[in-house]
DNA sequence: TTCGCTTATCTAGCGTACTAGATTTTAGAA
DNA sequence: TTCTAAAATCTAGTACGCTAGATAAGCGAA
């Protein structure tokens, strides 16, 4: 019945642009109670792979540029998830690590997972393909 | 020698994240001498498919909630591209029209669509089977 | 008709994302 | 050493994306 749309419905960019709102919004019951928004989960799980890290190197790791990821971490810093230290060795820089109560996110965050994995009905397998296909999408040639 | 990473990276929820961000600045280069946004974008598409519609059903196509296409709907009006008039059959409904200014845009916004494809090095096939995999993420089951 | 409920839109406020420009530290050259 | 350029971070401004609450028009029932 709606056999004359072919516009918006069948760029792939919307899709993308759907499901990762999606994506948010699903995540979004589990982490409001942990007090943190989407991209601030994900900066907590980097950190909780091996901090400390400068934010450069976070803000790398997340695709973010700085001006996303200063802003991100002093929120976090506010929340007293994070420290915010200048590095003796280059003062340039600024590390960032978590503190216990940011450690104490750990088994929580990791669970979440989980939770998201079911909610999407996805095989481990299907999941796997999925993700790979994303990573290699509008990566530009060279990297 | 990144052995021990297995957190963020592995997260399909992270790769749908950064491949729409990545999807979005892939569009920027072709949508700023337009005078567009991405999202801003997307909704001219959906309008040049049959305007005018109210700002709810926009909004809805779009997967926007209101907060979202109000405002955005106002700057493609200061921008000359649509008008925004109250329906007499209805006073509460805003209808969203393309002004000739709006509509001189098809040529060039269809383009894009083929230019984007290219730069993604998918197949017909390859990129509407992701188009439908995603279309199917994230949606609750009722849907 | 009028009360009260629903629907459609708008507004305000917070947290991303992005760009561009400013600040501070480091490092290299004259 | 001092001048200069590069690197890391920060700040300001615009536009989403979300929530919550406000406004206004339609609509059914007493």
Known sequence: ?????????????????GAANRMARLHKPFLEPLGLTFP?????????DGAP??????????DMDTGTITPLV????????VTRTRDPADERRVL??????GRALEAEVRGITDKIKSACQLTDQGMDDLRRTLEALAHPASE
Chains 1, 2 share one sequence.
């Open 53 to 62: 890290l400068s934010v450069g190197t976070l803000g790398a790791r997340l």
């Open 40 to 48: 601030q989960y994900l900066a907590i799980l980097e950190l909780l």
């Open 96 to 101: 960032v690590d978590l503190t216990p109560r």
């Open 74 to 81: 002093k929120r976090l810093e506010g929340a007293g998830f």
């Open 1 to 17: 019945m709606t056999s004359e749309r072919h516009t918006v419905g069948t760029q792939l960019s919307f899709a993308l642009y």
